[in-house]
């Protein structure tokens, strides 16, 4: 980063409008850069009559003059320390370097580190233990980069710039192989402690700005009508495997994650004044409210395991196995109904938000509210993925008519008549 050129000046004066009943007057120091100043306290006093104005020290006081000495040579080390860290220095950062505010906090790692355990302290509140673990992930392959390709474990914000920040992510995605998806989960966090850092003057741009994150190209799959049906009617022995095939159905049929079916208490079911059952549950990745009504197979769910050896205990109404179990199991499940598609748990929450609930007309706000989304624009998600859908219903239906339908002829001469 090229440090900015700057006119830095320091002088002592009294304040002669502060005088005390001693006699004595307060000494103040002035900072002057590029034409802007601001003072600050020495917490020294002298008589008037022993300070050289035009000098700017005590007349004949060595103790006093030291202390001003000391606060000159003080100032220099932090006004070079500072352009040379983050590569521009204002008057009033450099007062308050002098006054031990912002020079603790003024590394990439150090702040990485305290937003990392703020993140930490809001596990279960706002924030998803599988979420925390990212960030801890990031935060290491950030300092493992530091050390491999800088030779450092930390850097000032001063050297966090665009060059930077683009050989971090072309790290990511070569060296560590990792997909557009990965890159992008670890450089967020990356990008919100600079931007932090930004936000309490560490910083004098935000690097990131003109930094673009690569697009994720990854496909998202979904259940079709007929292959949830298939799912439905498939003919499952095994009462375990039966549990999983239709935990993944409560979630097709709710849009629950994993984690949040999981932590399903009893508490979650609500009746309205309706007499409909409602699920009312705050996510654990985020934190929001979602309200789900609960429709006829979720409901036959929860009456086919109430007080079964599949039941939770504390207040959960299920029993549930791990994910990597359930996602292996969904795996034969898949095959045995006949389903050429790799199911996992979360293929669930987008059935349920693509072919039950859009296809079928529901608005994408309502949506947004049933997945617990903090923002329609990642609802919109899967509408972009229901026009997919579309397209391709409509290009199976054009091969299906094929051939059936067609213009009579005196229609088509009549047409090219006119």
Request: proline fraction near 2%.
């Amino acid at each position: 980063m090229e440090k900015q050129r700057s006119t830095f000046k320091l002088l002592f004066y009294i304040n002669t409008s502060k005088t005390k009943k001693n006699d004595k007057c307060p000494i103040v120091g002035r900072i002057s850069i590029d034409g802007k100043s601001t003072a600050f306290s020495t917490g020294i006093d002298v008589l008037p009559a022993d300070w050289d104005s035009n000098k700017g020290i005590a007349k004949s006081n060595i103790t006093i003059n030291r202390k001003l000495d000391d606060f000159g040579t003080e100032t220099a080390k932090h006004y070079k320390n500072m352009l040379e860290t983050k590569g521009y220095v204002t008057a009033e950062s450099l007062k308050n370097a002098l006054r031990g505010i912002g020079v603790n906090q003024n590394s990439l790692m150090q702040e990485f580190s305290a937003y990392l355990e703020e993140k930490r302290k809001s596990i279960g509140i706002r924030f998803a233990e599988s979420s925390y673990k990212l960030y801890n992930d990031g935060y290491r392959h950030l300092r493992t980069y530091l050390i491999e390709k800088l030779g450092v474990d930390d850097i000032p914000f001063g050297k966090v710039d665009i060059a930077l920040i683009e050989d971090y992510s072309y790290y990511l995605k070569i060296e560590l192989r990792m997909a557009a998806f990965s890159v992008r989960a670890f450089m967020k966090p990356f990008r919100t402690t600079v931007r932090r850092a930004f936000n309490k003057g560490l910083l004098l741009q935000d690097p990131f700005l003109d930094y673009t994150f690569e697009k994720d190209n990854t496909k998202r799959r979904w259940l079709s009508k007929e292959e949830i049906e298939r799912l439905i009617k498939t003919d499952i022995k095994r009462a375990s495997t039966s549990f999983i095939r239709n935990m993944f159905l409560f979630s097709t049929f709710t849009g629950l994650a994993y984690s949040d079916l999981k932590n399903l208490q009893h508490s979650n079911i609500q009746e309205q004044k309706d007499g409909s059952k409602w699920i009312v549950i705050n996510r654990q990745k985020t934190g929001t409210a979602s309200y789900i009504p609960l429709l006829k197979i979720p409901l036959a769910i929860l009456e086919k395991y109430r007080d079964t050896k599949f039941s939770g205990s504390d207040g959960k109404i299920f029993k549930m196995r791990t994910l990597v179990n359930m996602n292996v199991q969904l795996k034969e499940i898949a095959k045995a109904a006949g389903i050429d598609k790799p199911l996992s748990f979360h293929l669930a929450r987008h059935s349920f938000a693509t072919t039950v609930c859009l296809t079928n007309g529901i608005p994408i706000e309502t949506l947004s509210q049933m997945m617990g989304h903090l923002s329609i624009k990642t609802t919109q998600i899967y509408a972009k993925v229901t026009r997919t859908k579309l397209n391709e219903d409509m290009t199976n239906l054009a091969e299906r008519i094929e051939g059936k339908y067609k213009l009579a002829d005196s229609d088509s001469n009549n047409i090219k008549a006119s």
